[in-house]
């Protein structure tokens, strides 16, 4: 059978076996599959780590039906089995090259000659991941990008190597969009891909002009109301500090680009990962909630926590207002038209999102596709208004093109060409929320 | 009647998994964009809107905000000076704003009407919005002090048939299992993404909490923010709208049947009046076939698709004898021969219905009449029945008070 054939049907997966388990991607990703009525193993370094990880993708499907799809175990009793017996290897591990490379190792040692094995990783090379395995191995190795959490972020990137056959990136491309309900984004085979990529240059920006304005005024100022469900620095606390030092520091490695100058670590972040301050997972990182549930706020020169101002600008007052009514352009011409130093951090980081998620369609995105890809991964992977939306929102390419020259940012061909996208603001309307 | 013929022109339908609350929007801006969307749908000339309808259950208990028809002037400056009106009938609202819309074309007063049903509803807990919907029963005799009433209503629904005629519950949960199938299918469902199956829709625990006797969370359509606008035209607007899309005027759907009844609104009381009636709630089953009579529909096998009220599991069972699909109290037969699945004889609610598309009280009908357009026009998308030309909608307010069936089609 050819692999054409043997690729076209999409019940050919019906066994999957989840490594890193215990972890929130591993575990989460792991639980839609159940959901979606395929046989998941759940593997990582212990059995208890593994149950862990099915509680919560019980806790996310809210169902404990899932559970009768799930074989938890560990990599030591249960890895062999599981990887003989699957047609899906899901690796969803630490983010460390050597520790997938042995793993990878194990597995080749069980898998069959068809079965998929892929990493959920985005921030590492693919290739280095895959050295010294068979021909076989990487003819059907490739990587699927979940988004945190998988149950609300139905994002999923894909792409494969050089070495990995055509027919399995098509063949994984129908899979998880037809069976996993996922939103799926065909990425070129390079660092952080699109989403990351593009996120967190304007994660970096903002921890750095955080240093000026205070991580609450950041967060107030490139808030919801601008097109995204929580505030940037928010979102980092969720991420981590740790991965998002870790993330920075693989793009400014691998990435030679107009925004390599945005991609730093300010000496506070690191003071921060020193201290454990690290977000959610620490219990405090730019917000640390109090016992009476009010937050108090990382001040960057300080180091240490400081109560919340309250911030008050009014031309925000007024944006919030106009999204409030679901008068979304009129919010914007608000931004646009307001005067000062707020309101030009705005602009700017407004901005630096449209100018590079257009700069990199063709280099993360294929072109053929214009920046709907993009547009997706920020949408269902970010819950982020997409870069043509916000044109949109400003008033389009035109109106864009003269802000982007007035703030110095090389325009991109794209966004000369106007390239089309199935996001518009009527149906983008989530995206803006009035906070 | 100066006009006979309705059209239905298209619409949109806002998505019914958000939470508007959560992004802080007013409910007018839910209505906006349902409009907007709807002018990007259909390519209607805003200029040519001759009045718009609202239907809405309680925008003041949810959101402490009246007088929705007045939002509309703030949606286009042409908009000021037109007249707006909202109408009121519980969870059938939406459809009551439609049947008036089509009566005033029909009596030639206006020739294109924009109807919005919305509600808001996430502004509320579960307990506190369960007291407001209660304001749809008798609220002094059947609500006060009850913790979420219409649960207990329809789950005594479900009683008095198996009083009747004998109900087994796994019935009821397949019901949920094929609605919450169908909205997988529906871009715009609450529930798309939610897991569900005929197991889970059985079990009592934790994650399927019973609420009230054989009423469990997934037998429960699920409080639901939502938005839909749809136009209704004379036959002249219709011919003049169908000329600048390129298409014939037969292939414009319209409303060919409507039945409209109010039953006593203590539910007590429609039971003990039925007891001597074939059907349990007579007044539901002469909405249906007062429709079926308007439109010259012999019987439920004239029709290619229903979109009925299964606000419970329970409301969509007593829906399939009312309708005729089986003999009364017979409905697990059409259950179990496959007759209401998507590819069975008569499908039910390919949407997903009120329990897996969502349930935003006062844009329900609407919703309900906007995808009997699109089932007709062969716009469904991936829930879209093949060759669907007759569809039949039935939207209820309170415990079957207020009865509304709109039956849709296209001549040729």
Redesign the interface.
């Known amino acids: 059978m050819s692999n054409q054939e043997s690729y076209r049907d999409n019940e050919k997966i019906k066994t999957v076996v989840v490594l890193g388990a215990s972890g929130t991607i591993g575990s989460l990703s792991g639980g839609l599959m159940a959901q979606n009525g395929l046989k998941v193993y759940f593997l990582s370094r212990t059995q208890q780590g593994s149950e862990r990880g099915l509680q919560k993708a019980i806790s996310q499907a809210r169902s404990e039906m899932i559970a009768r799809n799930v074989i938890c175990g560990d990599y030591e009793h249960l890895l062999g089995q599981a990887i003989s017996e699957t047609d899906w290897v899901v690796e969803a591990i630490a983010e460390d090259v050597k520790i997938k490379q042995q793993l990878y190792e194990r597995v080749e040692s069980y898998r069959k000659p068809q079965t998929i094995v892929s990493s959920t990783t985005s921030s590492l090379p693919l290739n280095e991941l895959i050295e010294g395995r068979s021909e076989g191995f990487k003819k059907h190795f490739l990587s699927t990008h979940f988004f945190n959490p998988p149950g609300r972020m139905s994002a999923c990137e894909i792409t494969g190597t050089e070495f990995t056959d055509p027919n399995v990136v098509d063949f994984m491309r129908q899979f998880l969009k037809k069976r996993l309900r996922r939103a799926v984004i065909s990425v070129k085979n390079t660092v952080a891909f699109a989403g990351n990529r593009i996120a967190f240059v304007l994660f970096s920006r903002i921890t750095t002009l955080a240093s000026e304005f205070g991580v609450e005024t950041m967060d107030y100022l490139i808030g919801p109301y601008t097109g995204r469900l929580l505030p940037p620095l928010a979102t980092l606390d969720l991420v981590g500090l740790d991965i998002h030092k870790a993330i920075i520091d693989s793009l400014k490695t691998h990435t030679k680009d107009a925004m390599h100058r945005w991609l730093t670590t300010p000496g506070y972040i690191n003071m921060m990962i020193q201290k454990k301050l690290l977000g959610n997972k620490t219990g405090c990182g730019f917000y640390r909630k109090l016992e009476s549930g009010k937050f108090v706020f990382l001040d960057p020169v300080l180091c240490d926590y400081v109560p919340a101002i309250e911030p008050h600008v009014a031309f925000v007052e007024k944006a919030k207002h106009f999204t409030h009514m679901g008068m979304y352009k009129e919010a914007f011409e608000t931004i646009l038209t307001a005067q000062g130093k707020e309101a030009e951090v705005v602009k700017n980081i407004l901005c630096a999102y449209i100018a590079y998620s257009y700069s990199l369609v063709g280099e993360v995105t294929d072109s053929t596709t214009g920046v709907e890809g993009i547009d997706k991964v920020m949408a269902y992977g970010f819950n982020w208004a997409p870069p043509s939306v916000i044109m949109e929102a400003l008033g389009g390419s035109e109106i864009v093109t003269k802000l982007l020259k007035e703030r110095g940012f090389a325009i991109p061909q794209s966004l000369q060409i106007g390239l089309k996208s199935c996001f518009n603001i009527t149906n983008s309307g989530k995206y803006f929320v009035a906070k | 009647m100066k006009n006979e013929r309705v059209y239905i022109i298209g619409g949109y339908q806002t998505?019914f998994a958000?939470n508007w609350a959560?992004?802080?929007?007013?409910i007018?801006?839910?209505m906006?964009?349902a409009y907007?969307?709807s002018i990007?749908a259909t390519d209607i000339y805003p200029g040519d809107i001759k009045a718009a309808f609202i239907g809405n259950f309680a925008g003041e208990l949810y959101c402490m905000q009246g007088h929705l028809g007045a939002f509309f002037a703030d949606f286009d400056p042409r908009f000021v000076g037109l007249p707006t009106m909202r109408f009121e009938a519980a969870c059938a609202a939406g459809a009551i704003a439609a049947l008036s819309a089509m009566a005033h074309i029909q009596a030639g007063i206006h020739d294109l009407i924009c109807v919005i049903g919305v509600e808001l509803m996430k502004t509320a807990d579960s307990a506190k919005g369960g007291n407001y919907l209660g304001t749809a029963a008798w609220y002094e005799k059947e609500c006060f002090g009850i913790e979420y009433p219409f649960p207990k209503l329809f789950g005594k629904l479900g009683d008095e048939y198996d009083k009747r005629y004998g109900l087994d519950n796994k019935y009821l949960a397949r019901i949920a299992e094929i609605n919450y199938a169908n909205a997988?299918n529906n871009p715009n469902a609450q529930t798309?993404?939610?897991?569900?199956?005929f197991?889970?829709a059985c079990?009592k625990?934790?994650?399927?909490s019973v609420i009230s006797g054989r009423i469990k969370v997934t037998d429960c359509s699920q409080i639901t923010d939502g938005a839909v606008c749809l136009y209704l035209a004379s036959e002249d607007y219709a011919a003049k709208y169908a000329k600048q899309m390129g298409l014939p005027l037969e292939k414009v759907p319209r409303i060919i049947g409507w039945g409209h009844t109010t039953a006593p609104i203590e539910f007590a009381k429609k039971i003990a009046d039925s007891a001597n009636c074939e059907y349990v709630l007579p007044m539901t089953r002469k909405a249906i076939t007062d429709a079926y009579s308007r439109a010259g529909v012999k019987d439920c096998w004239d029709l290619d698709v229903i979109e009925t009220h299964d606000c419970f599991t329970t409301s969509e069972y007593m829906a399939i004898d009312h309708f005729g699909l089986t003999k009364p109290g017979e409905s697990f037969k059409a259950i179990e021969q496959g007759v209401i699945e998507p590819r069975g004889k008569l499908p039910i609610n390919p949407s997903g219905g009120l329990i897996g598309c969502g349930h935003p009280v006062g844009a329900t009908g609407v919703r309900q009449l906007l995808d009997a357009y699109k089932q007709i026009t062969g716009t469904a998308g991936d829930y879209q029945v093949p060759g669907a030309k007759t569809v039949a909608m039935l939207n209820i307010g309170g415990s079957a008070t207020t009865n509304v069936c709109f039956i849709a089609g296209i001549d040729d």
């Open positions: 998505d958000r959560k992004e802080r929007k007013h007018a801006a839910m906006r964009e907007q969307g990007e997988k798309r993404d939610w897991f569900m199956n197991e889970h079990v625990g934790k994650y399927n």
